[in-house]
């Protein structure tokens, strides 16, 4: 089995990336603590020790450790080390985002040769645009572009899909801050898009890595109350619109002809249950003050 190195697998995507990747591959998950990416000696160090075969990069800037305002120049160094030693490797996969669209505007089914209308102007946008114009130079690095992605493990108390579930396993209203249309893709299929990468041999550098329609958040809000069984209120809290946020995955799809992506209903249909029977996780006051 190839050894892969999962970077930020405390994180969301790690975390998933770690759980069931495990067993198909050798998986090397060090904490930040054990492993510090902005110093290159000791990535080198810990990538010939463990005879690295892959890196899986899903570690991101944290302000915790490193202060906020150094977000740009902190995913770039992590990001500029990875590149230096991706020559000793077979590939270096990281997730790149929608932001690399540029958030100002509506981002709407947007393909990959879209990129570069207009350029991102915050830290975290410029970071994976930059990114992407050095991987699309690369001989093995890939950049698969997230856009929504939820399940399980994330933060309920901000993230708008499990908000909603876990409003709903207790019984409270469920709001909508602002109607726009979003592209969400279930994270429980993000690690089999993943092992296709580390085991075959892509035709482009990146992939908009996304369920492929947009949804309307009200409609998302919907289904979830459908899921749970519950007659419960449903509010649009302000008529302004949001910015869209979707993609087109026709390049993913041309890639890997067998992809199945989770209905969206099922996947909510899951993370409810799953919030359901994990009711110690949530802190229902929080919950109630949320939006």
Request: aromatic letters at 12%; charged letters at 25%; a negative charge.
């Amino acid at each position: 089995m190839k050894n892969i190195l999962i970077t930020g697998a405390r994180g969301f995507v790690g975390r998933h990336l770690k759980e069931m990747l495990d067993g198909r591959y050798h998986i090397f998950a060090p904490l930040h603590s054990e492993l510090e990416l902005l110093d290159y000696d000791a990535l080198e160090q810990y990538i010939t020790t463990n005879a690295i075969d892959v890196i899986v990069h899903a570690a991101i800037h944290v302000p915790m450790f490193n202060g906020a305002e150094k977000e740009f120049f902190n995913d770039m160094q992590m990001f500029m080390n990875l590149e230096k030693i991706s020559h000793r490797i077979e590939k270096l996969i990281y997730f790149g985002s929608g932001a690399e669209f540029d958030k100002r505007f509506d981002i709407s089914m947007v393909k990959e040769d879209d990129l570069g209308h207009t350029i991102p102007t915050s830290e975290y946008g410029l970071a994976k645009y930059t990114m992407n114009a050095i991987a699309r130079r690369s001989d093995n690095i890939y950049n698969l572009r997230l856009f929504g992605i939820f399940g399980k493990y994330e933060l309920w108390n901000i993230k708008f899909l499990s908000n909603l579930c876990c409003k709903a396993v207790f019984d409270l209203p469920l709001t909508v801050r602002k109607e726009c249309y979003f592209d969400f893709l279930p994270i429980q299929d993000l690690p089999d898009i993943v092992a296709w990468f580390i085991d075959n041999q892509p035709d482009w550098h990146d992939y908009n890595v996304c369920y492929g329609e947009q949804f309307k958040l009200t409609e998302l809000a919907q289904l979830v109350r459908e899921v749970s069984g519950k007659n419960l209120s449903l509010t649009l809290l302000s008529e302004e619109r949001n910015m869209d946020y979707s993609a087109d995955n026709t390049r993913l799809k041309k890639q890997i002809p067998h992809l199945r992506l989770t209905p969206i209903k099922e996947a909510l249909a899951d993370l409810y249950v799953y919030y359901d029977t994990h009711r110690e996780l949530i802190d229902v006051e929080v919950l109630q003050q949320s939006r």
